[in-house]
């Protein structure tokens, strides 16, 4: 699914993201990649989206080189993944509904695929009965659970989530990893960053420590 060879993202003569970086996740896994602000986290996601061009080395995702891909195919590359960011990145005056049927729009699809995917989203992620509703009168954690649905709508390979936790209380922040975990277990390859080492603990996931750009530790999960 994801494999980084080597990888290094330098900002500058002095500055490097990520430094020699190799590792892999295989389809279907969930990871969390922890590391102190400043470590290459960030780096790592927009390497792994092509927001970033690396410096050398290989990235492989679903059997395309990230490094050598050409520009008009990166489009196609990022509608196999989901991405769920820390500030929500809703639209504030559209409804539920709308926020999430916007992303099939993007894609192209049909009118009739839109009104049967998104209340099956929806109901995924428990809003069917704020589909109709603004979203500036959703509180945070369900701004980022329209968040989700939006990265769930038109069913990614994986799903990037960049600490997707921040900015909402803790017993939220249980539900939107909880949620994830349920994404998981459909098969959809779940890679979240994270400050919060109490959801770390709480969850019994693969566990990625960046440092410097470097890979510091990777723990696999107990029992597996």
Known sequence: MIRFENVTKSYG??????????LKIDYGEFVFIVGPSGSGKSTFLKLLTKEEELNSGNIFVNGNNLSTMKKRKIPYLR???GIVF???RVIEKMTVFENVAFAMHVVGAKSRDIRKRVPYVLSLVNLNDKARKKVSELS????????LARALVNNPDMIIADEPTGN???SMSYEIVDLLSQVNKCGTTVIMVTHDISI???FNFRVVEISEGKLKNDIKPRGK
Request: proline residues 3%.
């Open 79 to 81: 509608r196999t993944m």
């Open 168 to 170: 909402i209380d803790p």
């Open 200 to 202: 770390v603990k709480k």
């Open 13 to 22: 003569k002095d500055c490097k993201a990520i430094d020699n970086l190799s």
């Open 86 to 88: 820390q500030d929500f």
């Open 140 to 147: 945070g954690g369900e701004k980022q659970r329209v968040g």
